[in-house]
C-alpha cells in the first residue's frame, strides 16, 4: 500500500520560507509524476505544482515556489519563499495517475496533509 507522508509545515511571518518534504512508500519512486496541492477553509483543493520530466506550477505560484525530487531519498519537496498570509492552507502531496495534473481527480495517492500558516 502506498503511503504519502508530508512534513516541514508551521507557522511563519510574511515574507519568510517553508521547505515541505513528502516521503513516498513507493517502488520506483524515481517513475512516478508527483504533485502538490492546498486546501483552505471553505475552499475547494487547489493545484500548486506537479514534476514530471519538467516543473509545472499553478499561476499563484510560479516564481516563489519550486517543486523538486531526490530520487534516492524517496522525497518530494516543495520550497516556498516569499510567504503571504493567503498561503495559509494544508499542503498535500499526491501520485499521480493520470489526466489533467491540476486536477485533483488525476491523482490516485495522497498524504494526510501539513497545515501552513501565515500570518502578517
Known amino acids: 500500500q502506498v503511503q504519502l507522508a508530508e512534513s516541514g509545515g508551521g507557522s511563519v511571518q510574511a515574507g519568510e520560507s517553508l521547505r515541505l518534504s513528502c516521503v513516498a512508500s513507493?517502488?520506483?519512486?524515481?517513475?512516478?509524476?508527483m504533485g502538490w496541492f492546498r486546501q483552505a477553509p471553505g475552499k475547494e483543493r487547489e493545484f500548486v505544482a506537479a514534476?514530471?520530466?519538467?516543473?509545472y506550477y499553478g499561476a499563484s505560484f510560479e516564481g516563489r515556489f519550486t517543486i523538486s525530487r531526490d530520487n534516492a531519498k524517496n522525497t518530494l519537496y516543495l520550497q516556498m519563499n516569499s510567504l503571504k498570509p493567503e498561503d495559509t492552507a494544508v499542503y498535500y502531496c499526491?501520485?499521480?495517475?493520470?489526466?489533467?495534473?491540476?486536477?485533483?481527480?488525476?491523482?490516485?495517492?495522497w498524504g494526510q496533509g501539513t497545515q501552513v500558516t501565515v500570518s502578517s
Open positions: 499526491a501520485q499521480y495517475s493520470g489526466g489533467t495534473y491540476t486536477s485533483p481527480g488525476a491523482y490516485n495517492h
Open positions: 513507493l517502488r520506483a519512486f524515481a517513475n512516478y509524476a
Open positions: 514534476i514530471f520530466a519538467t516543473e
